[in-house]
């Protein structure tokens, strides 16, 4: 790997002017050149990638690691989502130009939704933050590139169709990075994808049908508020409000351990909620003290999530109808340290928010972090963030190309302005420049990546069919 340049916001770098910094990226294509990125050639030195996956299960826990696995074999595009920890190997061994930004760490496309702001505008943006930490801006962009080929694949669309999509999210990435070096700070800081905008410009280019689909999946996203997630999540037990169980996805304490295991854990986590304020402003700290804790119960999430500890909170505040869901998720050291370097942060939880604060337009208001002890005596790290506030994911399956390569474009541009905030922008806008060689590098990259995936799916159901690893569905 090329010798990375640290991102501004860590150092105490000298001033260098928009011209100094736009010739460093121009030096950087004779370093390593933007059509370099199209090559993918594994190491001899490769791990197994099955390999990887087991050493990341040891550490989660046990009853819930063949979730994990069953969830991977799905389909190669469930196996990529789980798989950040072998792609991030992977990347180690490819060019980049130096240059660091904080990185997503895990920016495949299903990463990328709307979301709410605090002030209650439907945003678009990045949602998962687990594996940031600051690296090559390059490694986002691959792993966008690449789920979407998988994603076009599974549609069964032809290589020309995940090309054009590909180039329309690369594209929109350089393009909307060259936009951003000619902005001010502020102005990039400021800047955020509003669906109401975004919404707006769309109607004019889409036909009738897709406008109707469109404004669906806006108004479905504002349905799914904290509301709607309470009353599909809890019921009401001898007068009390409480999580209703769906085993094994959601297990309520009161049936997951027998009753002194249970006071203890309760107690720690209710320890962890009061303690884990301290991570917020103080009016958000005031408006958090207002409830009280009403129940807890123990979550499976996503798929490369599905094993590590994660805890649905039920807090109530003026009365029972006035709920509060927080959602305790354990946050272990990033995919990508091993390659970039450990964290700044001593509290993974801490690392988390502080890149989910960095790359997002705008974040929960309840997102902050603490580090608890479980009842095995070992400590452990948590981020902390309310469980549904106006979301909205996409369905690839269900998308003609068109509406994909929107997508794309959409994606590429909001990963451009998450780097832009932490990244030399000016410096990166050069180095990619006016012209497409990058994307079209992108296209090859994507390509050979999504056959290497799937050569990894295909090991690890080779690994379920031999008894190597236990999988179950849920």
Request: glycine share 6%; proline share 5%; aromatic share 6%.
């Amino acid at each position: 790997m090329s010798q990375l340049q640290a991102p501004p916001s860590q150092t105490q770098a000298p001033f260098r002017t928009p011209r100094e910094r736009a010739d460093e990226g121009k030096t950087a294509r004779g370093r390593t050149p933007r059509s370099s990125h199209g090559e993918f050639e594994p190491s001899p030195r490769r791990p197994d990638p099955v390999d990887i996956i087991e050493r990341q299960s040891a550490t989660r826990v046990p009853e819930l690691v063949p979730l994990r696995y069953g969830r991977m074999l799905e389909s190669p595009f469930r196996f990529y989502r789980g798989a950040a920890a072998i792609m991030a190997s992977d990347l180690a061994d490819t060019p980049v130009s130096g240059f660091t930004t904080q990185l997503c760490g895990d920016a495949h496309m299903l990463n990328f939704r709307l979301l709410a702001s605090p002030e209650r505008h439907l945003m678009f943006d990045i949602n998962d933050f687990d594996e940031t930490l600051p690296g090559p801006w390059e490694w986002d962009v691959k792993r966008l590139a690449t789920s979407l080929v998988i994603a076009c694949r599974e549609n069964g669309w032809d290589e020309a169709e995940r090309a054009a999509i590909v180039r329309a999210a690369v594209g929109s990435y350089r393009e909307r990075m060259r936009f951003f070096a000619d902005m001010g700070n502020l102005d990039v800081w400021y800047a955020h994808a509003d669906m109401d905008q975004i919404q707006a410009i769309q109607a004019e280019q889409l036909d009738r049908a897709h406008r109707k689909r469109l404004a669906r999946a806006l108004d479905k996203a504002r349905s799914h508020d904290t509301l709607q997630a309470f009353e599909k999540l809890t019921h009401v037990v001898d007068g009390e409000r409480r999580i209703a169980a769906d085993p094994p996805l959601i297990v309520p304490l009161t049936d997951l351990l027998p009753q002194v295991q249970r006071e203890m854990l309760e107690q720690a986590l209710r320890e962890l909620i009061e303690r884990y304020g301290r991570s917020l402003s103080s009016d958000h700290r005031t408006l958090l003290e207002q409830y009280r804790l009403a129940d807890v119960a123990r979550k499976v999430v996503g798929v490369g999530s599905v094993g590590t500890r994660c805890w649905l909170v039920l807090m109530l505040g003026r009365d029972d109808q006035d709920p509060l869901l927080l959602q305790a998720k354990e946050a272990d050291e990033s995919v990508l340290a091993p390659h970039v370097g450990a964290s700044a942060y001593d509290n993974q939880g801490q690392r988390v928010v502080a890149g989910q604060r960095l790359m997002q337009s705008a974040s929960d208001i309840f997102l902050g972090w603490q580090r608890a002890e479980g009842i095995d005596g070992r400590q452990r790290d948590f981020y902390v963030r309310q469980l549904r506030d106006w979301k909205g994911i996409a369905e690839p399956a269900s998308m003609a190309p068109e509406m994909l390569g929107r997508f794309g474009r959409l994606s590429g541009a909001t990963l451009a302005r998450a780097h832009a905030r932490s990244g030399d922008r000016i410096a990166i806008a050069a180095y990619l420049g006016r012209g497409a060689v990058f994307d079209e590098a992108m296209v090859r990259f994507a390509e050979s990546y999504a056959d290497r995936n799937e050569r990894d799916h295909a090991a690890l159901v080779e690994a379920v069919r031999t008894g190597r690893v236990t999988a179950r569905s849920a």
